[in-house]
């Protein structure tokens, strides 16, 4: 009786033993298993994080690549710069012309009294206060005319009509072949009891442009009533303006 108990109890433990084994031979191949799954998560893991930042970081390149050096951009660039290049030559172009134009007229010759046709005419009244100068280029040629005439009205004691200043135009005064330039001249302010002096003739000198002289003859065959404390000369202009050439 005691033999058989023996023997089952030796059976158990084996048994017992042969389950043990074979629980930790299966807990040994889970485990392995269980700690094959984390590794082969963290590499996947690793290998897709280092792989997408590469990927981000290509697409970022490329855009920077896009933003800086694209199509768009280089061509806004090249447009300013051709816009750029454009305007600057329209400078030097004007810049040429102006110098052209300029050199045209410093080279003009002076209009001279043997290539002008001067003449005077009484302008409205009365009283007849003002007179107008005119001088047509006969010369067949452009000349120009400087400055004012000096006017003699009487002799030469008296001096000449002195000019006004508003009256002197701002660019030069050109005369083509057959053209006029143009003074306004007074004579008196037309006073019932000024004190005038009549003229029949009176001399105009093209001093400002080298001399020369033409005697111009009254308008009309009573002669002009001048007052010497009155008279005044505008400057040559091709025509007589409003408010410059009043006086």
């Known amino acids: 009786m005691r033999t058989y108990r023996n023997r089952t109890a030796v059976l158990v433990s084996a048994a017992t033993a042969a389950l043990a084994l074979s629980l930790t031979a299966?807990?040994?191949?889970?485990?392995?298993?269980?700690?094959?799954?984390?590794?082969?998560?963290?590499?996947?893991?690793?290998?897709?994080?280092?792989?997408?930042?590469?990927?981000?970081?290509?697409?970022?390149?490329?855009?920077?690549?896009?933003?800086?050096?694209?199509?768009?951009?280089?061509?806004?660039?090249?447009?300013?710069?051709?816009?750029?290049?454009?305007?600057?030559?329209?400078?030097g172009e004007s810049a040429q012309s102006g110098s052209g134009t300029k050199a045209t007229k410093a080279g003009t010759p002076l209009c001279t009294a043997k290539g002008l046709k001067i003449t005077s005419e009484r302008q409205d009244g009365p009283p007849y206060t003002h007179l107008t100068l005119s001088a047509k280029n006969t010369s067949g040629a452009s000349c120009e005319m400087k400055e004012y005439p000096h006017?003699?009205?009487?002799?030469?004691?008296?001096?000449?009509?002195?000019?006004?200043?508003?009256?002197?135009?701002?660019?030069?005064?050109?005369?083509?072949?057959?053209?006029?330039?143009y003074v306004a001249v007074r004579m008196s302010e037309g006073g019932r009891k000024e004190n005038t002096e009549t003229v029949k003739e009176f001399t105009v000198t093209l001093k400002a442009n080298g001399g020369g002289m033409a005697v111009v003859k009254s308008p009309v065959a009573e002669g002009l009533s001048v007052n010497s404390q009155k008279w005044a000369t505008g400057y040559w202009t091709t025509e007589l303006r409003n408010g410059a050439d009043e006086f």
């Open 26 to 91: 299966c807990g040994g191949d889970d485990g392995g298993t269980k700690s094959a799954g984390p590794a082969d998560r963290t590499a996947s893991a690793a290998s897709s994080t280092s792989t997408t930042p590469v990927a981000q970081s290509g697409d970022k390149e490329q855009g920077g690549e896009t933003q800086s050096g694209g199509e768009g951009t280089a061509e806004q660039s090249g447009g300013k710069s051709q816009g750029a290049s454009q305007q600057g030559g329209g400078q």
């Open 151 to 181: 006017i003699h009205f009487l002799d030469n004691a008296r001096g000449i009509v002195p000019p006004v200043a508003k009256s002197k135009p701002a660019s030069p005064v050109i005369l083509e072949p057959g053209q006029s330039a």
